[in-house]
């Protein structure tokens, strides 16, 4: 718990909120919570920052109905974002100058081999965050930006970096490496890193929970399927095995990025299609997966268009069935056994076409789903297996926001004061 001093320099409110900020290339995404109960006391996007449409949605939720405000107009940079923001939280008496405001926790999306947990910001670490640029370019940089304009608002309160590549960093040296030439490797850092790690970490604990055990008493197969999809095997609250990779192309199939794919593609591309680097890039991560397989990349149209007998949409979510399975069953090769595989993230948790048809046929494997169970809506974590199964199936909605905004505030309330530095690995990367 932290006190933090007030304007006047004496110690008086208890400082027991979280903002948390997860800043993408055009857009920064922000929640505010209270501590004391984990509750939301506002939500909020800022989306098309720089362009001429750019909109803020804010959402406060401290009153009766949660009604949403619309700004809509230019908003030239991440540094107006984040004052526009803290412009509506200041209208609903939430103010980002309040002696409540404990921390900011940022999502930072690589934190390579040398952040394996939380950390105070310090300069230190946002440069070693800037080392990383090379092997996030499209993250990092944005995240950079986020943490810096969240500074320069409030430079007395702590800045926690949460990072999605953390919970990876305990996958064994056999799984996270490629089996290239090692100095190669090195020299520039190529290696398996994971992504989503807020998320596999909170799924999988919660996964424990709904089955009535600690985190280390249970292994669990946990499918992040959102618009990007990642699949991790955890054992005993350790994550041994996932599925993206030196970037999040890796893996799965998604809504536009290919997953596994052999590399020799690329080459392939470019020699006989004559494609440049960054348009097979382009092709790979925004235009491949499900939207580059039937036109569609949201798992409800593609669902409706296979109700009506679109044959080019039933085989796009063949292929994204196909690749779960197989990831199902390598994972459970991985751990041996297993005591849950556990469905979450957008498609995840709403989708029970695509629960149901990546369970299909596992029966060997001990998986089983019941349709009635599975065909339940809720916003709960639940199991979607009968009862005489041998490996509980189950859906869990993610909250990566309030792990982000538990692990910072965990993280302040020990270290008690604002810039001290926390231990942030061993390995320099
Ligand atoms: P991300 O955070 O990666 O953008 P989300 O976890 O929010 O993604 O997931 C977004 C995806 O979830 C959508 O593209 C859509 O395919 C899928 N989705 C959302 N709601 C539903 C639903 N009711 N049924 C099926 N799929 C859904």
Request: negative net charge; contains cysteine.
């Amino acid at each position: 718990m932290t006190t933090t001093p007030t304007k006047e320099g004496s110690a008086a409110v208890q400082a027991r909120r979280v903002l948390v900020l997860n800043s993408g290339s055009s857009s920064v995404k922000y929640q505010l919570l209270d501590m004391n109960d984990r509750s939301r006391l506002a939500i909020g996007l800022v989306e098309r920052i720089g362009e001429e449409t750019s909109r803020l949605l804010h959402t406060p939720l401290t009153g009766g109905d949660a009604e949403t405000r619309e700004r809509t107009g230019r908003i030239a940079d991440h540094a107006a974002a984040l004052k526009a923001a803290a412009e509506e939280l200041a209208a609903d008496g939430l103010g980002l100058d309040s002696p409540e405001l404990a921390a900011i926790g940022h999502r930072v999306v690589h934190g390579g081999l040398r952040f394996t947990r939380p950390t105070v910001i310090t300069d230190e670490v946002l440069t070693e965050i800037e080392r990383l640029v090379p092997v996030a370019p499209l993250h990092n940089p944005a995240n950079i930006t986020g943490i810096r304009t969240a500074q320069a608002l409030r430079p007395d309160l702590p800045q926690v970096a949460v990072f999605d590549t953390a919970f990876h960093t305990t996958m064994p040296e056999y799984a996270a490496r490629y089996a290239i030439d090692v100095e190669t490797a090195d020299a520039h850092r190529i290696r398996r890193y994971g992504f989503h790690g807020t998320s596999h970490a909170y799924v999988s604990r919660k996964a424990a929970e709904l089955l009535g055990r600690t985190p280390e008493e249970v292994n669990v197969i946990v499918l992040h399927l959102g618009n990007g999809a990642s699949a991790s095997a955890v054992a005993a609250g350790r994550c041994v095995e996932t599925s993206m990779g030196l970037t999040p192309l890796e893996g799965l199939v998604m809504g536009t990025r290919s997953g596994d794919i052999d590399p020799a593609v690329t080459f392939h591309l470019k020699r006989v299609a004559g494609m440049s680097t960054d348009e097979i890039d382009v092709l790979l991560n925004k235009k491949s997966g499900l939207l580059g397989l039937c036109g569609d990349n949201d798992m409800r149209e593609i669902r409706r268009r296979i109700d009506e007998g679109d044959e080019r949409a039933a085989l796009a979510f063949d292929i994204y069935v196909h690749r779960l399975k197989k990831y199902i069953g390598a994972y459970s090769a991985v751990l041996g056994r297993v005591d849950a595989v556990v469905f979450t993230a957008g498609v995840g948790e709403n989708s029970a076409p695509v629960r149901e048809a990546a369970i299909a046929g596992l029966e060997e494997l001990g998986l089983v789903v019941d349709a009635g169970l599975n065909a339940v809506r809720s916003g709960e974590p639940r199991l979607i297996s009968p009862n005489y199964a041998r490996v509980a199936v189950a859906v869990v909605p993610t909250d990566e926001e309030l792990e982000i905004a538990d692990q910072t505030f965990a993280l302040v309330g020990r270290a008690e004061s604002a810039g001290q530095e926390v231990p942030v690995g061993e390995v320099d990367n």
